[in-house]
Structure formats: C-alpha cells, structure tokens
C-alpha cells in the first residue's frame, strides 16, 4: 500500500463569493494532477472560510457584559471573546490567552477556531479582521465534492481540516472538521488481529489521521499549499459527516 499526498500549486487568494471548486479544478489541471476514482482532495479550513465570507470585523462588534469579565480572565480583546462566545455552545476551561469551548459544530477547540494569521479582510486591515470556521463544513465539502466530480466524471472524497492543539501533547496538528464522500472513522471491533483474536475496542480516527499527514505537506504558515491531492486511501469511500467522530458527553471522561 502507497499513500501519495501531492500539494496543489497556484491557488491564488480567496475572495468572498469566489467559487472554490471551479478554483480547484484549475489548479490542478495546471499542475498536471490525475485525479482518479477513490482520490482525496484534502482543503483547508481558511480558503472555505474565505469563500463563503466568514470575515468578521472587530470594528463592529461590541463586547457584552459576559465578554468583558471573560476578557479579563483570558487577558483577550472582549471583542475577540465577544465573537467566541458567539461561536460556542460552551466555555470548558479558562486561562491567560486561551479559552477552550464546545464549538456550535460540536468539537473541543481553542477560541471557537477564530483566527487571524494569513487574513487581511475586505478592508485590508488584519488587525481588525478575523475569519471564522465555514457555518456548515459537511455541506462546503459536498459542495465542492458535487463540482469536482461533474467535472472529473469520478467518484472522491473532500475532507476540509483546521489545526487543533490536543490536551495532553504540544503541537498542533490537522483535524478534520467536514467531510463528503470519505469515512471519518473506521470500526475494527470483531476484526481478527495477526494471531485471530478479535480487536475489542478500536476504531480509527481515518479522517483526522489523513487530516494530519496532509497538514504536513499544505504548512502553517507561508507556504501556499491550501489543497492537497491524495491517492491512496486505504478504506472505501463513503458517505459520512464529521459527527461521526465527535465524542459524546456521556463518553468523555474529561467534561
């Protein structure tokens, strides 16, 4: 088994209203890429957000009451803690410069995935310009996963990832937070092992697993690979969301 993972050149930037798919399609017709039955497109969070407008300008917002206590807890601008408490069903944890929450889609992340690192907003002003996570990341996959395969004439997956930091290790990693046409987890319970005994409890994080192998190609900071192809994918593709992989409150030790 070869999993290959090849950047996608020439994106330019993204605009508000741009049509993402046709974008893609270019690109990779420009890099000379194949796309073939049970291929990946992985994309990141950031140019979906950007498509679909997901600017917010902090000129604009006004912090409430709940706000600026949080601020001063988390040492934030209330404004950025205003728009956080917008994007969450809950606040878990509390410390300078950080607040972790249950985001409205259902994850655990840091600051409801608000970002402001490689945006400038239709003002041009990134001080005063974040970007949001897509409202519905299944439906933008299967948005672009529809373009993508009226044009190519093949069936593929699209997963779109964001980097979350994880509890108990340093570093972030990709994760995945909308998928179309790939599974986001595997079940292997009842599947013999090497020896023939019956794995019990595993299930594989498929989805997040190429979310982080593709994030090590597409970088964190300037280097303009915000699609990647993947060919190889060990499991058949089918359909799913990204709630599969989302553990419930009764299951999580942790809240």
Not at 46 to 73: M, Q
Not at 177 to 204: A, C, H, N, W, Y
Request: aromatic share 4%.
């Amino acid at each position: 088994m070869t999993l290959t993972i090849t950047p996608i050149y020439g994106i330019p930037d993204i605009l508000p209203g741009d049509q993402l798919g046709n974008i893609i399609i270019n690109a990779i017709v420009d890099n000379n890429v194949s796309l073939e039955n049970g291929d990946i497109l992985v994309i990141t969070q950031k140019i979906v957000s950007k498509s679909e407008n997901c600017y917010v300008s902090l000129l604009e917002v006004n912090p409430s009451t709940e706000a600026l206590i949080l601020a001063r807890e988390a040492q934030k601008d209330p404004r950025i803690v205003e728009l956080i408490l917008r994007e969450s069903k809950k606040i878990l944890r509390v410390r300078p410069g950080l607040l972790i929450v249950e985001h409205r889609l259902g994850f655990i992340c840091a600051n409801a995935g608000i970002d402001q690192s490689n945006t400038k907003g239709e003002r041009g002003n990134s001080d005063e310009t974040v970007l949001l996570l897509p409202e519905n990341p299944d439906l933008s996959a299967l948005n672009i996963r529809e373009i993508i395969q009226q044009h190519f004439k093949i069936n593929a997956g699209i997963l779109i990832i964001d980097s979350f930091g994880r509890a108990w290790r340093l570093g972030t990693i990709g994760t995945a937070i909308g998928l179309s046409g790939l599974p986001g987890l595997i079940d292997l319970r009842g599947v013999p092992d090497m020896f023939g005994r019956k794995l019990q409890t595993t299930e594989i994080g498929a989805a997040d697993e190429l979310a982080s192998a593709a994030s090590l190609i597409m970088g964190q900071a300037a280097e303009r690979v915000p699609v990647v192809h993947v060919h190889g994918f060990p499991y058949p593709l089918r359909e799913a969301n990204y709630l599969e992989l989302i553990r419930t409150v009764e299951t999580d030790l942790f809240r």
